[in-house]
């Protein structure tokens, strides 16, 4: 590779990527972070987890500089503590969605914006969903039951939790967009359960790879000198900007057909197996 394409930001996903499944992160995954930083290489951790979420996994001492955190709607400044960047829905586009949803009968949660994007909502849908009732369960205080006659004025981003199916998936973003200008959605494998899948709904101008564009105009880091790491659907947008995406041995096939991969997965070190792989 040219001296000018050789990689001065690597980010990467932290659940099922270099997150373990038990929640940690091992001693050759901290290792390479740490020399990351002694050759001049930022380390960016981009999450769909919102930055409460982060610091129940990320102790303070973890070797990261910055974090793209809830999927790209906020970027934070890891070392000085500070938020540097967030997006939320208005009041017309909320009330929209909050009515396209309760339409179609859909279990969903509705989060308040950055930084308390911790707190939210729910609504409940047709028919039983246990990944639906588990979730309230995990996050039991944070959450009030949505009144459909006092939409919030804002909102964070939406979660529909639906069955694991990918023509259901593709049917509601394709209806949802056409009835909400405005809305992007992403598709996320439940991390607890397989069966079901995390619709998330954030402002169009929300992904993982537009926080790692932000990032990079704000440090003048060129484009083609990123990598970013990633496992899931949730990637996507990350795997789109960045100069070189790899997934973890533990990705769905789908994915692995279009970008390349390691053997090893998030249990085997595979973070830093796609690290050996790249030229700083």
């Given at each position: 590779m040219?001296?000018?394409?050789?990689?001065?930001?690597v980010a990467t996903d932290l659940d099922g990527t270099l997150l373990r499944d038990d929640k940690s992160i091992s001693e050759e995954d901290l290792a390479s972070l740490r020399y990351l930083s002694d050759i001049k290489v930022l380390r960016v951790a981009?999450?769909?987890?919102?930055?409460?979420?982060?610091?129940?996994?990320?102790?303070?001492?973890?070797?990261?500089?910055?974090?793209?955190?809830?999927?790209?709607?906020?970027?934070?400044?890891?070392?000085?503590?500070e938020l540097l960047v967030s997006e939320h829905f208005e009041t017309e586009i909320t009330r929209?969605?909050?009515?396209?949803l309760i339409r179609k009968n859909l279990n969903f949660f509705l989060f308040r914006p950055i930084p308390e994007n911790n707190q939210f909502q729910y609504h409940r849908g047709?028919?039983?969903?246990?990944?639906?009732?588990g979730y309230l369960k995990r996050h039991d205080g944070d959450f009030l039951k949505l009144d459909e006659n006092e939409i919030p004025l804002q909102s964070g981003q939406f979660m529909v939790i639906i069955p694991n199916d990918e023509l259901l998936f593709e049917a509601i973003?394709?209806?949802?967009?056409?009835?909400?200008e405005g809305a992007k959605v992403i598709r996320t494998t439940s991390p607890v359960d397989p069966r079901y899948i995390w619709l998330e709904i954030f402002p169009e101008t929300v992904s993982k790879g537009h926080g790692l564009k932000w990032l990079c105009d704000f440090l003048a880091i060129p484009y083609q000198q990123t990598t970013g790491i990633g496992n899931d659907f949730n990637d996507l947008d990350m795997f789109e900007f960045v100069a070189l995406?790899?997934?973890?041995g533990n990705s769905p096939l789908a994915l692995k057909k279009v970008f390349p991969s390691v053997s090893e997965t998030n249990n085997q070190n595979g973070f830093s197996k796609v690290l050996g792989l790249l030229d700083f």
């Open positions: 040219a001296a000018n394409n050789r990689i001065k930001l981009a999450t769909g987890r919102s930055m409460y979420k982060v610091f129940e996994v990320l102790p303070e001492d973890t070797p990261f500089d910055y974090i793209v955190f809830s999927s790209g709607g906020g970027v934070y400044d890891w070392d000085k503590n929209k969605i909050c009515s396209f047709a028919g039983e969903c246990s990944e639906f009732d973003k394709l209806e949802l967009n056409s009835e909400c995406p790899y997934l973890m």
